[in-house]
Every structure is written in C-alpha cells, then in structure tokens.
C-alpha cells in the first residue's frame, strides 16, 4: 500500500503537469511556439515525476527522472515504448527552443508535441488513477 505521503506528492507534481499543460494551449493559441514547446515538455516532465514519487524517486537531473521512468516503466511494459519516443522528441525539442539561438521550430512541430504531451498525460493519468485506488 502507498503511503499517504507519496500520494500526496504524486497528485501534486501530476497538478504541475496538468498547469504546465494548460499554460501550452495558451501559448499554443497565441502562435508561441518556442514556448508550446517548453511547456509541452515539462508537462511530461513533471507527469513522469508524478509517476515516480509513488516509488519515493526523485533526481535534480532531469536525465536521471527519464531514465528512471524508462528502466521502471517502459522496459517492463507498463508503458507503450512510444511513451519514451514522446519524451525524446520533446526534450530535445525544448533544449533547441530554450538554449538554441537561431532555432526555429515549426508550427505544426509544436503542434505535434503539444498534441502528444495531452496524450502522455491522459495515459499518465489513468495509471496514477488506479495506482491511488490500491
């Protein structure tokens, strides 16, 4: 059984993913989409830290939290192996956006991220669901 503690934890890094999400449509709906990006990301990325707060996880890396995900979730099948391609693609989409001064990301890239993150965190979503359930 789950403490209370780590749920707790979960719900609120899972709330982060939720605004992170909430912030890309708006950005999204104002053409800014270096920013979709970013937010896209970290909506994933702080999902994935919801998911591991369970097991009491936790790194200052992100590398370290998406490896984690990858060798505790994606390995054994508990997530579609697209799950880490997701990741992928919107980490590396976010490092051009925040660190790349001459990059210029597509709007329909940004799009697509956005749309896979809403996915990323609906299977997130439902998992955390039945896991506070236990």
Do not use: P
């Not at 390995?75 to 880490?84: C, P, V």
């Amino acid at each position: 059984m789950l403490s209370e503690e780590r749920i707790t934890l979960s719900k609120l890094r899972f709330d982060k993913a939720k605004e992170c999400l909430s912030d890309a449509a708006l950005l999204a709906e104002n053409e800014s989409y270096k920013s979709l990006a970013n937010r896209s990301y970290y909506a994933v990325f702080h999902a994935i830290r919801a998911v591991l707060a369970l097991d009491g996880f936790d790194s200052k890396k992100h590398s370290g939290v998406i490896a984690e995900f990858q060798k505790q979730y994606i390995k054994n099948g508990t997530f579609d192996k697209e799950m880490s391609a997701i990741v992928r693609r919107l980490f590396l989409a976010r490092n051009n956006s925040d660190y790349d001064d001459f990059f210029v990301i597509a709007k329909d890239d940004a799009i697509k991220q956005y749309n896979d993150a809403c996915m990323f965190l609906d299977e997130i979503g439902k998992f955390l669901n039945n896991e506070y359930q236990k």
